[in-house]
């Protein structure tokens, strides 16, 4: 099928994470021509030709500006977790019949305007806008946790209480998560499987857009992503080590000092004070609980020894 165009450009948005294509097939099939490609819908309209990725990607060639509007008010309802911000890139396309598929300088010629060929580049184009997401995911997760790699160089530790290593920890681990469940969107798509003699363009401008550089760089940037994961980790065993050997240091003291006062009711006299205010001093460290056991369990037993 051969498509007839209002404009010579190509509009590809990433709309959120994920679009729910059978309801929004059965929505837009009321009003276009609608046909299912595995993980991708294909729209045809009388000046254009728009293919919906579930991964939330929409491109859209040589649609009107109104269409355009049109469109995404229908498409709108279907997003699942749309973004804040709507990532959006633009390119120039033309027919050249004599000529193989290229692209040059952000500017794609194209053999022909039929409709397996636009999705074939369309594959690649909506790949390259989910994968610069996620760059752009892991470049910040990385740029805002860079500090603390620098702050336990210089100081040998890292100044965050143990609620808050967890709750970093959990938001490193959301990110890579996130990452990593979509990361096979990056291979080859399964369409190519049933229409191998079409991959060749999608090959063609996914090396221009330099997707399997990316994905490896990427791919860099979630390892360094981990290895912050595992380092947080350490620290906050590292920490909960420390507080038990506290608690074990203070419970060793609690019970010497309570052997020598039942032996001898005049030291506990002289020591309570002291120890009380030691134990008020690590009480930070170790859980004000420690006080109140010293205070309760301990006091008032020796009270009615003496």
């Known amino acids: 099928m ?26 837009i099939a009321q009003t276009y021509f609608v046909k299912r490609f595995r993980d991708a819908l294909s729209i045809s309209t009388p000046k254009g030709q728009v293919f919906v ?30 973004n804040i911000q709507e990532d959006r890139e633009h390119y120039v396309f033309e027919l050249s019949e004599n000529a193989n598929l290229s692209m040059v300088d952000d ?11 636009l999705l074939s580049v369309s ?6 806008a989910k994968l610069g997401r996620f760059e752009v995911l892991a470049e910040r997760t990385i740029k805002d946790n860079a500090y603390l790699s620098v702050t336990l160089a210089n100081t ?20 890579k998560s996130d990452i990593l469940l979509h990361f096979n969107l990056l291979d080859t798509p399964e369409f190519f499987w049933e229409y191998p003699e079409q991959e060749q363009k999608y090959l063609t401008v996914s090396r221009y857009l330099d997707l399997k550089p990316r994905v490896e760089l990427l791919t860099m940037k979630l390892s360094t992503i981990n290895e912050l994961h595992e380092m947080l980790a350490a620290e906050q065993n590292h920490k909960h080590s420390s507080f038990l050997e506290w608690i074990i240091i203070i419970l060793i003291a609690v019970e010497i000092v309570q052997f020598f006062c039942a032996l001898n009711p005049w030291f506990f006299a002289v020591c309570r004070q002291s120890m009380r205010r030691c134990i008020f001093r690590c009480y930070r460290k170790v859980n004000f609980s420690v006080y109140f056991l010293w205070g309760n369990k301990v006091c008032y037993p020796l009270k009615k020894q003496q």
């Not at 859209?60 to 997003?79: P, T």
């Not at 040998?156 to 990110?175: A, D, N």
Request: net charge positive; glycine share 8%.
């Open 2 to 27: 051969t498509t007839n165009f209002a404009t010579n450009q190509v509009d590809i948005v990433l709309l959120g994470d994920s679009i729910q294509l059978k309801g929004l097939s059965e929505k």
């Open 53 to 82: 990725f579930d991964y939330g990607v929409v491109v859209s060639w040589g649609i009107s500006d109104s269409k355009k509007l049109q469109l995404a008010e229908i498409v709108n309802g279907y997003v699942v977790q749309r």
């Open 107 to 117: 500017h794609l010629i194209l053999p022909d305007y039929k409709t397996m060929a």
């Open 123 to 128: 594959h690649a184009l909506a790949q390259s």
């Open 156 to 175: 040998g530790k890292i100044p965050l209480s143990r609620k808050k290593l967890s709750m970093l920890r959990g938001e490193l681990f959301s990110t």
